[in-house]
């Protein structure tokens, strides 16, 4: 008889979790939901200025999620104290979110590299490039004038 009891006495106590449980899923859900629209995004984008301000706002993202999941409102809260044995997969999780932030920390770092380095020099090569186009058009343009107005016109008067 202690057995019907010991049930009883666990079924409120799994009543009251179930709303924070539904609370729990529905902010990890939202939050995959940005996840993977900020992801879409940044695989899609090929502007490195773009792309490094993707990262960070991925960085503030996942931190806050991943401290949510791994919280007491977190995945323990959904899976429930029922499933224990779920536990080991849970580690597994969490592990990976560290090795996740690892990654993209050396992205990040890949991104201001290649900025200050190859992209920045690339950029003043662009605009060296076009302000010697300007200039060479101005002078071909004064060339035309001078030729066609002072040498040209000259003669035909």
Do not use: C, W
């Not at 993202?61 to 997969?89: I, K, Y």
């Not at 920045?120 to 490039?129: P, S």
């Amino acid at each position: 008889m202690a057995r019907p009891s010991a049930r009883a006495a666990t079924a409120p106590a799994a009543k009251s979790a179930a709303p924070q449980r539904r609370a729990a899923r529905t902010r990890i859900d939202d939050e995959h939901r940005q996840l993977g629209e900020l992801l879409v995004s940044l695989v899609h984008t090929h502007d490195l200025h773009r792309v490094d301000k993707l990262l960070g706002d991925l960085r503030t993202l996942l931190v806050h999620h991943f401290e949510g999941e791994e919280g007491a409102q977190g995945l323990h809260s959904v899976v429930g104290e029922g499933a224990s044995h779920r536990l080991p997969n849970l580690q597994h999780l969490f592990d990976e979110h560290r090795e996740f932030l690892a990654r993209l920390e050396e992205l990040q770092t890949a991104t201001a590299a290649a900025l200050a380095g190859p992209v920045a020099e690339i950029a003043e090569g662009i605009h060296r490039l076009a302000e010697s186009l300007r200039r060479h058009e101005a002078e071909e343009e004064r060339l035309f004038g001078e030729a066609f107005y002072t040498d040209l016109g000259g003669r035909s008067s």
